[in-house]
């Protein structure tokens, strides 16, 4: 019994290795029509595993970058619309800033004077935002955020002295600006005691000069605060938080509305909402490519059926049943979506390094490629779905052929 058992599947095992075998070689013998039918399945694989692979990098990015800010909330005197920008409805008191230090969970607020101005370098004259602040607030709400490229930071008892954003010092003025400079803010000369790095996330730190409050106050001639920044002591109730900042502030002005609190996780959640949805299109894209390659492997493996009618038939008459016809057929389309599977995963890992490395040069920010074992998996799977698909009806007309018809045809 045991040895009957054992002869089965040897047997099966036998007629499996022939079957792949015979696929092997008749995709040999067609190099250039299997080659082609491969880098289509090759092709569409790597463009969604490169997507994919690149759009959690972003998102792992972009979210790593913001959560650094996720406990502090950004209050302006207006609403943002939409299209529009923010509409100002005024600006904001020291009362306001007294009763928003006083709401529960707020550890630390910053009061910032932002205003437009002229500063001049070397015979240059450029209009650009200053923003006076408080140094101890600023590095109690920025300080791990912002990061210094040269020189130091404000300091409590600074007078004539500015922070510059990076692209002020970089990029405005033809003649290189360095700490110690010297340049004129309406009328009034300053040093530049400091240059702040490039900020990818927050793109107006790089056009702003910095300065303390009073002077701010002299260069526009106004103390409207029109900003606060509120570190809170516990993220989870953010939301809860910047309810009660703008409840607060509204009863101080008598008007709903007065004031919007924003908060960073609100951001997140948006920015991943916008990714997803941008990625869902870009791999819908992708898969119009794998739809195009599956419709090559099928056109491919008809054309094999007519082509190999002849030999066919010949296997049909010499015993070979029409299970092993359709076997046959099937395990040369799987294997050439396999290879292509295989191929594509490689270019789809490498394409996505090289893409994650050019945007992080762009960008400025280190982008990884997050390159998961489901997505690899997936792609193979999808590749060998593909196969046997596309595959089952040429191998379903190979099974339907009469071996009389088919080894007479010529």
């Not at 299970?323 to 191929?343: K, Y």
């Amino acid at each position: 019994m045991f040895n009957t058992y054992s002869k089965v599947i040897e047997t099966a095992i036998v007629t499996m290795l022939d079957r792949f075998f015979l696929a092997y070689r008749n995709i040999s013998e067609r190099k250039t029509r299997s080659l082609m039918t491969l880098l289509g399945i090759a092709v569409g694989i790597a463009a969604i595993i490169a997507l994919m692979a690149v759009g959690y990098g972003m998102e792992h990015a972009i979210s790593g970058e913001l959560t650094k800010m996720a406990d502090v909330i950004h209050v302006v005197p207006g609403k943002i619309v939409p299209g529009r920008g923010l509409v100002e409805l005024g600006s904001f008191t020291e009362a306001d800033i007294r009763d928003v230090g006083r709401v529960r969970n707020v550890e630390s607020v910053a009061a910032m004077i932002i205003g437009g101005a002229g500063i001049e370098y070397r015979d240059e004259r450029i209009p650009v935002e200053i923003c006076g602040c408080n140094p101890q607030e600023l590095d109690a709400i920025y300080g791990e955020t912002f990061k210094l490229m040269a020189g130091r930071t404000l300091r409590a008892r600074d007078k004539k002295v500015c922070l510059l954003g990076y692209n002020i010092a970089n990029e405005y003025f033809e003649k290189e600006i360095n700490p110690h400079s010297h340049m004129t803010i309406e009328g009034t000369k300053y040093r530049v005691v400091g240059i702040l790095e490039k900020h990818a996330m927050f793109a107006e730190a790089n056009n702003r000069v910095y300065v303390p409050q009073n002077d701010a106050k002299d260069i526009l001639e106004s103390d409207d605060i029109a900003f606060m920044a509120v570190r809170i002591l516990d993220v989870s109730k953010t939301e809860e938080v910047s309810d009660e900042i703008e409840e607060v502030i509204d009863d101080n002005h008598n008007l709903e509305g007065f004031t919007q609190a924003l908060t960073i996780g609100g951001a997140i959640d948006q920015i991943k909402s916008i990714l997803a949805i941008v990625q869902a299109v870009l791999i819908g894209i992708a898969s119009i490519a794998l739809i195009v390659a599956s419709l090559g492997i099928m056109n491919s493996m008809l054309t094999s059926v007519i082509e190999r009618t002849h030999e066919i038939g010949v296997m049909k008459a010499v015993g070979a049943t029409n299970r092993d016809v359709m076997g046959l057929f099937l395990i040369e389309s799987t294997l050439l979506s396999l290879a292509g599977g295989v191929l594509g995963c490689v270019l789809g890992v490498t394409g996505a390094h090289v893409i994650c490395k050019g945007a992080g040069m762009v960008l400025e920010v280190e982008i990884p490629a997050i390159i998961t074992f489901n997505v690899v998996g997936g792609g193979l799977v999808l590749a060998v779905l593909l196969g046997v698909l596309s595959g089952l009806y040429p191998a379903r007309k190979a099974y339907k052929m009469s071996p009389v018809e088919a080894v007479r045809y010529e």
